[in-house]
């Protein structure tokens, strides 16, 4: 019997759940300290502040709102988690490194599958899952509806999966952030070049000083059919994406893909939807 | 075969990595990948490992096209390189704890006779261990789940005399059913083991037979003349790097039969011979020899 049959017949299952589970107990122990601070810090976020007004009534519980320290709190407790999520979110990417083909785990028998499954239970248990439990918790102080306690974590969880995505196209955390902060510029042109080429429209068919609306469906911004189509895509790009980095290696048309999509539909939700 | 390749081709910007390979390796076999720095070994090997895409050509690895392996044929690779990234923060212990799930075939005695016969202590760090320590551990973890094909990158590269040895003796010790591909330029080491040999230069495949053949058909010969030699003469370019001492020419020849053939083509082209020797190479010289002669081609 020949290697090649051999191969051929023991078929191997698209997820192990011990492999799923070996990557995350290895990623813990690699970001062990920034996982537990993010789990506290997420838990506690979401069980003492929710709006900017607990930060008031913090300080006047402590009696020291004379201090006008509401901002500065807003500033930590409000503006440091996604920014410190993002950056865990790097840092978990950057555990099993898909840009540079020195690293270990790319010749190890690790599906796509497994690699996302343990990434996304990590992001559940380390930032999802305290959230919830921390708003839990608040939504019975305060004597608010429980359901209350889950909205927006599937958009949490999809925003650390965007960014954990855009991390594996890059190398480094440091070339991570300057991406991310590059793809805000990008989306910020593409908008920008939607909004100039109705103008440009707008001028040629009224004449100049006059500023006509061309948008051509502007009932459809924010329609549910749009959104859903928008999402469905979102999905099959990063699977395309992810397919082509980890299992093809083409890194490059990797990320052309995925941040073209954002980049396009930028351009086409202003230039289409979006009002003048 | 395990590996077979056709054409394969590599380019970095216009510089041509790899330029149309057809490498085939047997099962059982032990290829000794070699050539100078830059000859496109390593992008070869990251090549078959799915590492890096071609730009054309193709490879197929245990049967399987390289650009579509998947974890059914990782699971049954061992791939050492030395250039390879460990997760830095993790013990010896963890790592290959984390290793141990992602195998069904791995086997707990390889990895605890290869750990102790490499003296890698539990506790210690990946980012703390010197290369050579490193380079053991990568080892370590390559055969445990007993792969069917090896691939070794450069695996004795930097390590001292003491640890080449061991790290060839745990490798021996361990793979006697697996078929085994690895560059390397520490041919002494290599050469007790190679059942192949396949010699790159500037990403073109120049030589690829097994070790019998290369060893019966390379000679180091040294040929003394007598009376006045034709130093001029136009020499076989199957004779690498001739080079005249007074009366007597030395050369490496690629196509040696036997002495009696030889010396009628050098009296025939020289002149009369005083003295013949025809020394067998050992895959250190023969390299050496070959690299010689091809920087020699590159630079006229």
Known sequence: ?276 | MIIETQNLTKKFGKHDAVSGISLSVPEGATVALIGANGAGKTTTLRMLMNLLAADAGEARVLGVDSRRLTAREYSRIGYVSENQRLPPSLTTEQFFAYLRPLYSTWDRTVEDDIRRRFELQPGQKLAHLSHGMQMKVCLAAALPHRPALLVLDEPLSGLDVLVRDEVMGGLLAHSDETTVLLSSHELAEIESCATHVAFMDKGRLVIHESVEDVAARFREVTAGFAGDPKVSARLPEKWLTPEWNGRTLRFTTTAYTDDEELSRMLASLVGPLAHLSTDPMSLRDTSKALIRAYRKDAAR
């Open chain 1, 1 to 276: 019997m020949t290697v090649q049959s051999r191969a051929c017949e023991t078929a191997e299952p698209l997820m192990r759940w011990q492999a799923v589970a070996s990557i995350i107990r290895k990623d813990l122990h690699l970001l062990g300290l920034y996982a537990l601070a993010g789990a506290i810090w997420m838990f506690a976020m979401s069980a003492l502040f929710h709006t900017y007004t607990d930060f008031s009534a913090l300080m006047a519980s402590l009696g020291i709102s004379g201090l006008g320290l509401d901002s500065y709190l807003f500033a930590v407790f409000g503006i440091g988690p996604p920014v410190a999520l993002t950056l865990f979110v790097i840092l978990l990417a950057q555990t099993n490194v898909a840009s540079d083909t020195r690293h270990d785990w790319l010749i190890r028998p690790i599906t796509p599958l497994e690699l996302v499954a343990s990434k996304m239970v990590t992001l559940f248990c380390v930032i999802v899952a305290p959230m919830i439990a921390g708003n839990v918790i608040y939504m019975m102080v305060n004597a608010a509806p429980l359901e209350e306690a889950f909205a927006f974590f599937l958009l949490i969880l999809t925003c650390c999966a965007l960014v954990l995505l855009l991390s594996w196209l890059v190398s480094t955390p440091f070339r991570a952030v300057l991406v991310l902060l590059g793809v805000f510029v990008l989306l910020g042109v593409a908008g920008a070049l939607a909004g100039a080429i109705k103008v440009a429209v707008g001028i040629a068919v009224a004449g100049a000083g006059e500023r006509p609306d061309l948008t051509p469906f502007p009932n459809l911004d924010e329609n549910w059919i749009v959104e859903l189509v928008a999402g469905i895509g979102l999905y099959v790009v990063s699977g395309i994406t992810l397919w082509l980095l980890l299992a093809r290696r083409k890194r490059v048309a990797a990320s052309w893909l995925f941040v073209g999509y954002f980049a396009a539909q930028m351009f086409l939700r202003n230039l289409l939807f979006s009002p003048l």
